[in-house]
């Protein structure tokens, strides 16, 4: 629906059918070409997302499907590659296949999200990539929220943590990972759970709930799921 959505931009009750490849250009750009074949963009902004690649405005009550992959893809986003405006009553059901920084709603949170849920699977080339179902990396306030999505190599809900995680959960399974809900937290995460399982054939990986706390990272949550 739109590249950026500037300060001024408003998108309300809409909805957006996206199948989207594509590919880092070697001048730091993103260059993507559509399903069908009809048009090709080149994106000087790195990232992707369903309804937004950046978005700085206004998005209510709006919803993505589809698939976004893309090779040496950072920032793919289900609904929002990065988000600096607060952001609610929105759905993503979006897969994504990419490398870094990766989310089944939101790549890159800067702002507040409320009442939000990802339903994609997120996908990335190996377990460092600081992706999650939900979101890739939180700067902001996060909750009211959750996953549901399966991960290979990503966390269950958020990669890395360093902003509020509150009153959120995900549900899906992660593969050859070692979080249910956060790669990595270095600030908040309360009143959270995760039912995901963790399926991997290296026993390094086995953690559950979060793999990494940061010294001075506040963790109140819980995991239900196998290892």
């Given amino acids: 629906i739109a590249g950026v959505n500037t300060p001024s931009g408003s998108i309300s009750e809409s909805s957006a059918r996206v199948d989207v490849s594509g590919q880092k250009s070697t001048n730091g750009g993103v260059s993507i070409e559509y399903a069908d074949g009809y048009m090709s963009e080149y994106f ?8 937004a690649t ?5 998005i209510k009550n709006s919803t993505a499907s589809g698939t976004i992959a893309g090779s040496g893809l950072y920032y793919a986003g289900g609904l929002v ?14 897969d994504i296949t ?13 702002a507040e999200v409320t009442n939000c849920y990802a339903t994609g699977n997120v996908e990335t080339p ?13 700067n902001g306030k996060i909750d ?9 190599n990503a966390a269950g809900f958020v990669g890395m943590n360093g902003g509020i995680v509150r009153r959120s ?10 979080s249910t809900f956060a790669r990595q937290n270095a600030s908040i995460i309360a009143d959270c759970y995760s039912l995901g399982n963790i399926y991997s054939q290296e026993q390094r990986l086995y953690t559950g709930f979060i793999s990494r706390y940061d010294n001075n990272a506040t963790t109140r ?3 239900m799921g196998s290892i």
């Fill in 126 to 138: 190996d377990a460092y990539s600081f992706s999650g179902a939900f979101v890739g990396q939180n």
């Fill in 44 to 51: 000087v902004v790195e990232g992707a997302g369903g309804i």
């Fill in 144 to 152: 009211y929220s959750f996953a549901t999505g399966d991960v290979r």
């Fill in 81 to 94: 590659g990065k988000a600096y405006s607060p952001l609610e009553g929105l759905h993503a059901s979006v």
């Fill in 169 to 178: 959960y995900s549900t899906g399974d992660v593969y050859n990972a070692s």
């Fill in 98 to 110: 990419a490398d870094k920084y990766a989310g089944g709603l939101i790549a890159e949170n800067n």
């Fill in 221 to 223: 949550g819980f995991s």
């Fill in 54 to 58: 950046v978005d700085s405005g206004s």
